[in-house]
């Protein structure tokens, strides 16, 4: 897993304020086979279901571009920052919310083994009393490897084949926690 903490406070305030005004979407599910549970989502660019439910990815770069400008901003960030994304194509881009009383489960986001997955925590601020850290698993899931606090402007980049979860929020924490994710894929050669 990656960890950035650097990306300008300018441009996610811009993205904080534009994803919570955004038109939330009731009814996601970390994995919907098996999730009795749903949490808020906002869809911005490519499938809106992962490779593992059967749809073939494509880039979707110029269709986020078309949606939404600051989030090309954010992305092509990301890719300054991160050399490993500059090879990539981005195949989805989505946020999502969760409020005190709503959980994710867990799940992996691709099938294929080179696929990564970027989180952005987009708050303004955030309290270690609110929960809501992003938790990383072994393959068997059978103990943790990694947790990630969602600190505000904090980027996690990680390989989508490694199980996680969105823990929910305290009953203490009076904003949703919402994420904003970038799923990529290398381009062919």
């Known amino acids: 897993m990656l960890m950035l903490d650097d990306i300008d406070d300018d441009l996610r305030s811009r993205i904080y304020r534009q994803v919570t005004a955004g038109k939330w ?4 599910k970390s994995n919907r086979a098996t999730d ?9 660019a490519g ?3 992962p490779d593992h439910e059967g749809v073939k990815p494509y880039d979707c770069e110029s269709e986020l571009l078309g949606a939404n400008q600051v989030l090309v901003e954010l992305w092509d960030a990301l890719k300054d920052k991160c050399e490993r994304l500059r090879s990539h194509h981005l195949i989805r881009c989505y946020a999502n919310g969760y ?3 709503t959980d994710g489960t867990v799940h992996t986001d691709t099938i294929n083994p080179l696929g990564l ?3 952005f925590y987009p708050h303004e601020k955030w309290s270690p009393d609110w929960g ?7 393959s068997d899931l059978s103990d943790t490897t990694d947790i990630a606090y969602p600190r505000p402007g904090r980027v996690i980049i990680f390989h989508g084949k490694i199980p996680h979860v969105a823990r929910g929020v305290s009953r203490s924490c009076p904003v ?9 894929e290398p381009m062919a050669c």
């Open 36 to 44: 009795q549970y749903s949490f808020l989502h906002q869809h911005y």
């Open 117 to 119: 997955t970027t989180i």
């Open 176 to 184: 949703m926690r919402i994420t904003l994710m970038f799923k990529s």
């Open 47 to 49: 499938h809106e279901k």
């Open 132 to 138: 809501g850290e992003t938790v990383f698993f072994t």
């Open 25 to 28: 979407q009731y009814g996601w």
């Open 99 to 101: 409020p005190y009383g």
